[in-house]
């Protein structure tokens, strides 16, 4: 490393990312290009000699337009992935310093700030002592929250087998909803658990997605009486598809009595449970054994960063990570989050996640005044309009469920809206292909990135505020792009 190169190329490096975040919304939002396009441009094998700087920033012109574009303000799909100043500066120094950590005496500093840093994260979201290294258990940070899960059913498998004995690992029964994210079937897949014992409880728009605990009970009574074992109960606060909540308290007291491992998935939710009022979706989180929460999501921490807490951890004053996951080597990645945590502080934190969750209530007003959609908070009667069969309380706001005049998509609750356009006949067919086409058209125009899900059936569209740098006025110009859209395919569609 010759250090004087490193300030020059560094500046320049710095200079083209600025330029970038600055010229941001000139790029389309999602890539337009083909598979196989980088191949026609680029040489195919590596130069032999030593090529500028310039040159290799000049070719980023290949590069780019093949990038889809997460920091942009007009990005709504999935869910976030946060870039800050801070969070780039942490990559920037881990980078600079390049240790591999993975136990305490090849940088005892990377080993102590992680426990600290994520002792302090903890403590924001009000996570039992047990999670704390200051309790029984300690934090560790992940690349992804698919890693953090399979972690975890790694070792509440060997906790299990060590108690009924190996030739056990057939019996032992994984429980998730069909609304828990991918990566727990592939953890299942990778820890040896049975095809047939991994449980997929059914969900519906009766609990708005989220599990019921009496399907639940249902379905370890019946694996109890079949000779299987309950093992694993994975939870999420805030699904992928639709943000719903799962009830941790009641899950929290079937787990314990059947002596399962609880997980918790608050991949992209457990950010916003930084603010008190938001806190309660994790009332329950003193029944759970490990809690997973990705600050590379909704934290204002660049990719990767995803923060694990164990309740038990068999380490004493001096441990090694390497037994935390599964790699051997491991990067300084606890300086991005303590970037973060140092450069914005609570209070900041707390107002970044309020303003999006605020842009997305702005969003979910204007999908609601427009009859031709149904949104989360449609219907026309403001109170009790008589037609709908049930109030759901979210902490200190109302939310109806429509059922009966069918206004509603799912509640929203953090920052992600889900709704859809209404086809002229109420044929769901045709309400999921014009919904599709509806998806395909604005991302077509690179003006705006959205995704989608199928809840019940149903092609939804889903609208996630979270990008860092969008703004109310983002907000509205995507609107417009939608309901132009709309009106263009609406006008083909048969009445
Ligand atoms: N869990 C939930 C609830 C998610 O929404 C996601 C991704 O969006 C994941 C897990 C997977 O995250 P990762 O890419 O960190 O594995």
New binding site residues.
Partial sequence: MDAEQLRDYGHQMVDFIADYYNSIESFPVLSQVQPGYLHKLIPDSAPNHPESLQNVLDGEAKILPGVTHWQSPNYFA??PSNSSVAGFLGEMLSAGLNIVGFSWITSPAATELEMIVLDWLGKMLKLPEHFLSTGQGGGVIQ???????LVVLLAARDKALRKVGKNALEKLVVYASDQ????LPKACQIAGIHPENCRILKTDSSTNYSISPDLLTEAILHDLGVGLIPLFLCA?V???SSTAVDPLLELGKISKSNEMWFHV?????GSACICPEYRQYLNGVEETDSF?M?A??WFLTNF?C?ALWVKASEANMVMDYKDWQIPLGRRFRSLKLWMVLRLYGLENLQCYIRNHIQLAEHFEALVAQDPRFEGSVSCPYVGDCGLCSSVVFFGNRIRYTFKTCGQVVTPRIFSLVCFRLLPHHNNEDDGNKLNHDLLDAVNTTGKIFISHTVLSGKYILRFAVGAPLTEERHVNAAWKLLQEEASTLLAGDPV
């Fill in positions: 999935y869910y690349g992804t929250a698919s890693e953090a899960v828990t994210h991918a990566s999420t805030g699904t992928t998935d608050a991949a992209y939710a997973n990705n590379h999501k990767d995803s």
